[in-house]
Protein backbone atom coordinates (compact mmCIF):
# COMPACT_ATOMS: atom_id res chain seq x y z
CA UNK A 1 0.00 0.00 0.00
CA UNK A 2 1.46 3.46 -1.37
CA UNK A 3 1.67 5.99 1.26
CA UNK A 4 1.06 9.11 -0.75
CA UNK A 5 -2.52 11.33 -0.43
CA UNK A 6 -3.97 13.69 -2.27
CA UNK A 7 -6.73 16.58 -0.94
CA UNK A 8 -8.76 17.18 -1.49
CA UNK A 9 -10.59 14.38 -3.98
CA UNK A 10 -12.99 16.43 -5.41
CA UNK A 11 -13.06 20.33 -5.53
CA UNK A 12 -15.06 22.55 -7.46
CA UNK A 13 -14.55 25.79 -7.41
CA UNK A 14 -15.43 29.30 -8.76
CA UNK A 15 -13.60 31.65 -12.03
CA UNK A 16 -10.59 33.47 -10.60
CA UNK A 17 -10.33 31.72 -6.54
CA UNK A 18 -6.95 30.30 -5.81
CA UNK A 19 -6.38 27.35 -5.34
CA UNK A 20 -3.73 24.51 -3.83
CA UNK A 21 -3.53 21.18 -4.11
CA UNK A 22 -2.01 19.06 -0.89
CA UNK A 23 0.20 16.12 -2.16
CA UNK A 24 2.33 14.46 0.83
CA UNK A 25 4.19 11.20 1.16
CA UNK A 26 5.32 9.18 3.88
CA UNK A 27 7.98 7.36 2.27
CA UNK A 28 10.85 9.70 2.61
CA UNK A 29 11.09 9.64 -1.25
CA UNK A 30 13.00 12.44 -2.77
CA UNK A 31 11.65 12.46 -6.10
CA UNK A 32 7.99 13.80 -6.75
CA UNK A 33 5.65 14.77 -10.07
CA UNK A 34 2.72 16.45 -10.70
CA UNK A 35 0.47 15.33 -14.05
CA UNK A 36 -2.35 16.73 -15.46
CA UNK A 37 -5.20 14.23 -17.54
CA UNK A 38 -8.14 14.72 -18.86
CA UNK A 39 -10.48 12.02 -19.69
CA UNK A 40 -9.29 9.45 -21.54
CA UNK A 41 -6.67 11.11 -22.29
CA UNK A 42 -2.67 10.28 -20.99
CA UNK A 43 -1.11 11.58 -18.02
CA UNK A 44 1.10 14.69 -18.89
CA UNK A 45 3.92 15.71 -16.37
CA UNK A 46 3.43 19.72 -15.07
CA UNK A 47 5.79 19.66 -12.32
CA UNK A 48 8.52 17.69 -10.54
CA UNK A 49 10.94 17.88 -7.96
CA UNK A 50 14.18 15.92 -6.92
CA UNK A 51 14.51 17.19 -3.31
CA UNK A 52 13.65 19.91 -1.14
CA UNK A 53 14.26 23.68 -2.58
CA UNK A 54 14.22 21.95 -6.24
CA UNK A 55 11.14 22.41 -8.82
CA UNK A 56 11.25 22.25 -12.58
CA UNK A 57 8.45 22.64 -15.11
CA UNK A 58 7.46 19.50 -17.11
CA UNK A 59 6.11 18.93 -20.81
CA UNK A 60 2.95 20.65 -20.42
CA UNK A 61 2.71 24.21 -19.63
CA UNK A 62 0.87 25.11 -16.70
CA UNK A 63 0.01 28.36 -14.95
CA UNK A 64 0.30 26.30 -11.90
CA UNK A 65 2.95 27.01 -9.50
CA UNK A 66 4.75 24.11 -6.88
CA UNK A 67 7.09 24.31 -3.61
CA UNK A 68 9.07 21.83 -1.48
CA UNK A 69 9.80 23.31 1.51
CA UNK A 70 10.08 19.48 3.25
CA UNK A 71 10.47 16.09 1.55
CA UNK A 72 7.09 14.93 2.19
CA UNK A 73 4.88 17.59 1.26
CA UNK A 74 4.80 19.14 -2.68
CA UNK A 75 1.73 21.48 -2.77
CA UNK A 76 0.55 22.51 -6.06
CA UNK A 77 -1.14 26.46 -5.97
CA UNK A 78 -3.05 27.70 -8.90
CA UNK A 79 -3.56 31.75 -8.40
CA UNK A 80 -6.08 32.64 -9.89
CA UNK A 81 -8.58 29.62 -11.36
CA UNK A 82 -9.93 29.64 -14.96
CA UNK A 83 -12.15 27.07 -16.57
CA UNK A 84 -9.26 25.64 -18.41
CA UNK A 85 -7.72 24.34 -15.44
CA UNK A 86 -10.70 21.70 -15.13
CA UNK A 87 -8.99 18.33 -15.08
CA UNK A 88 -8.15 15.52 -12.88
CA UNK A 89 -4.80 16.24 -11.32
CA UNK A 90 -2.19 13.16 -10.15
CA UNK A 91 0.75 13.31 -7.96
CA UNK A 92 3.08 10.97 -7.98
CA UNK A 93 6.67 10.23 -5.78
CA UNK A 94 9.42 7.92 -6.31
CA UNK A 95 12.21 7.17 -4.44
CA UNK A 96 16.14 6.22 -5.20
CA UNK A 97 17.38 2.67 -3.54
CA UNK A 98 20.87 3.28 -3.28
CA UNK A 99 23.52 5.30 -4.37
CA UNK A 100 24.44 5.60 -7.82
CA UNK A 101 23.20 6.32 -10.89
CA UNK A 102 22.56 2.51 -12.28
CA UNK A 103 20.46 1.47 -9.46
CA UNK A 104 18.69 4.36 -8.40
CA UNK A 105 16.05 4.56 -11.05
CA UNK A 106 14.98 1.13 -10.56
CA UNK A 107 12.19 2.06 -8.64
CA UNK A 108 8.51 1.92 -8.03
CA UNK A 109 6.55 5.26 -8.57
CA UNK A 110 3.47 5.76 -6.68
CA UNK A 111 0.67 7.48 -6.98
CA UNK A 112 -1.91 9.06 -5.21
CA UNK A 113 -5.57 9.23 -5.87
CA UNK A 114 -5.95 12.33 -7.77
CA UNK A 115 -7.54 15.30 -7.03
CA UNK A 116 -10.55 15.72 -9.67
CA UNK A 117 -10.82 19.66 -9.80
CA UNK A 118 -14.07 21.63 -12.27
CA UNK A 119 -13.65 25.08 -12.33
CA UNK A 120 -17.24 26.95 -13.04
CA UNK B 1 12.57 11.96 -29.08
CA UNK B 2 11.45 9.96 -26.06
CA UNK B 3 7.94 8.34 -27.08
CA UNK B 4 5.63 5.16 -25.56
CA UNK B 5 2.98 4.03 -27.39
CA UNK B 6 0.09 1.86 -26.93
CA UNK B 7 -2.23 -0.18 -28.41
CA UNK B 8 -5.16 -0.98 -29.21
CA UNK B 9 -6.31 1.98 -27.91
CA UNK B 10 -9.33 0.11 -26.67
CA UNK B 11 -10.49 -3.47 -26.30
CA UNK B 12 -13.33 -5.53 -25.28
CA UNK B 13 -13.54 -8.88 -24.13
CA UNK B 14 -15.93 -11.53 -22.61
CA UNK B 15 -15.17 -12.30 -18.65
CA UNK B 16 -13.15 -15.58 -18.65
CA UNK B 17 -11.06 -14.61 -21.74
CA UNK B 18 -7.54 -13.95 -22.33
CA UNK B 19 -6.12 -10.41 -24.05
CA UNK B 20 -2.76 -9.00 -24.60
CA UNK B 21 -1.89 -5.51 -24.97
CA UNK B 22 1.27 -3.97 -26.81
CA UNK B 23 3.83 -0.82 -25.64
CA UNK B 24 6.31 -0.18 -28.46
CA UNK B 25 8.65 2.67 -27.26
CA UNK B 26 11.85 4.71 -27.92
CA UNK B 27 12.60 6.36 -24.73
CA UNK B 28 16.72 6.04 -24.48
CA UNK B 29 18.71 5.38 -22.50
CA UNK B 30 16.38 2.79 -21.14
CA UNK B 31 15.88 2.52 -17.43
CA UNK B 32 12.71 0.02 -16.82
CA UNK B 33 9.02 -0.33 -17.84
CA UNK B 34 6.49 -0.21 -15.48
CA UNK B 35 2.42 -1.22 -16.63
CA UNK B 36 0.20 0.22 -14.60
CA UNK B 37 -3.68 -0.17 -14.46
CA UNK B 38 -5.72 2.63 -13.43
CA UNK B 39 -9.35 2.65 -12.79
CA UNK B 40 -11.79 5.38 -13.77
CA UNK B 41 -11.25 8.99 -11.31
CA UNK B 42 -8.32 6.88 -9.98
CA UNK B 43 -4.49 6.96 -9.56
CA UNK B 44 -2.81 4.39 -11.52
CA UNK B 45 -1.82 1.03 -9.31
CA UNK B 46 1.57 -0.64 -10.17
CA UNK B 47 1.08 -4.20 -12.06
CA UNK B 48 4.99 -5.03 -12.67
CA UNK B 49 8.12 -3.46 -13.38
CA UNK B 50 10.68 -4.87 -15.71
CA UNK B 51 14.58 -3.70 -15.99
CA UNK B 52 16.16 -4.43 -19.02
CA UNK B 53 17.88 -7.76 -17.96
CA UNK B 54 14.29 -8.76 -17.40
CA UNK B 55 12.25 -10.92 -20.02
CA UNK B 56 9.03 -11.87 -17.91
CA UNK B 57 7.58 -11.26 -15.39
CA UNK B 58 4.12 -12.23 -13.63
CA UNK B 59 1.69 -10.79 -11.07
CA UNK B 60 -0.77 -12.90 -10.35
CA UNK B 61 -3.33 -12.98 -13.92
CA UNK B 62 -0.93 -10.24 -15.59
CA UNK B 63 2.01 -11.60 -17.29
CA UNK B 64 4.38 -8.76 -18.53
CA UNK B 65 7.06 -9.71 -21.62
CA UNK B 66 10.08 -7.23 -22.20
CA UNK B 67 12.22 -7.33 -25.25
CA UNK B 68 14.70 -4.35 -24.96
CA UNK B 69 16.30 -4.91 -28.82
CA UNK B 70 13.30 -4.02 -30.33
CA UNK B 71 12.10 -1.62 -27.61
CA UNK B 72 8.74 -3.77 -27.19
CA UNK B 73 6.42 -5.17 -24.18
CA UNK B 74 3.16 -6.71 -23.50
CA UNK B 75 0.64 -7.03 -20.79
CA UNK B 76 -1.04 -10.47 -21.03
CA UNK B 77 -4.21 -10.78 -18.63
CA UNK B 78 -5.43 -14.70 -18.36
CA UNK B 79 -8.92 -15.38 -17.62
CA UNK B 80 -10.17 -12.04 -17.64
CA UNK B 81 -12.62 -10.60 -14.63
CA UNK B 82 -14.96 -8.04 -14.64
CA UNK B 83 -12.60 -6.31 -12.30
CA UNK B 84 -10.14 -5.97 -14.88
CA UNK B 85 -12.07 -3.20 -16.73
CA UNK B 86 -9.39 -0.38 -16.49
CA UNK B 87 -6.91 1.69 -18.49
CA UNK B 88 -3.84 0.05 -18.99
CA UNK B 89 -0.74 2.49 -18.56
CA UNK B 90 2.69 1.32 -19.91
CA UNK B 91 5.19 4.39 -18.57
CA UNK B 92 8.89 4.27 -19.64
CA UNK B 93 11.77 5.23 -17.48
CA UNK B 94 15.19 7.04 -18.74
CA UNK B 95 18.60 7.03 -17.02
CA UNK B 96 19.27 10.09 -18.89
CA UNK B 97 18.71 12.72 -16.39
CA UNK B 98 19.15 12.90 -12.70
CA UNK B 99 15.36 12.57 -12.47
CA UNK B 100 14.86 9.50 -14.15
CA UNK B 101 11.79 10.78 -16.31
CA UNK B 102 8.55 8.77 -17.15
CA UNK B 103 7.26 8.95 -20.32
CA UNK B 104 3.66 7.42 -20.08
CA UNK B 105 1.62 5.77 -23.02
CA UNK B 106 -1.93 6.87 -23.77
CA UNK B 107 -3.37 3.20 -21.93
CA UNK B 108 -5.27 0.79 -23.22
CA UNK B 109 -9.12 1.03 -22.49
CA UNK B 110 -10.15 -3.00 -21.83
CA UNK B 111 -13.78 -3.30 -21.00
CA UNK B 112 -14.85 -6.84 -19.50
CA UNK B 113 -18.22 -7.95 -20.44
CA UNK B 114 -19.89 -10.46 -18.49
Known amino acids: EADIYQTPRYLVIGTGKKITLECSQTMGHDKMYWYQQDPGMELHLIHY???????EKGDLSSESTVSRIRTEHFPLTLESARPSHTSQYLC???????????????????FGQGTRLTVV | KNQVEQSPQSLIILEGKNCTLQ??????????LRWYKQDTGRGPVSLTIMTFSENTKSNGRYTATLDADTKQSSLHITASQLSDSASYIC?????????????FGRGTQLTVWP
Open chain 1, 92 to 110: ASSGSTSPGQGAAWNTEAF
Open chain 2, 23 to 32: CNYTVSPFSN
Open chain 1, 49 to 55: SYGVNST
Open chain 2, 91 to 103: VVSDRGSTLGRLY
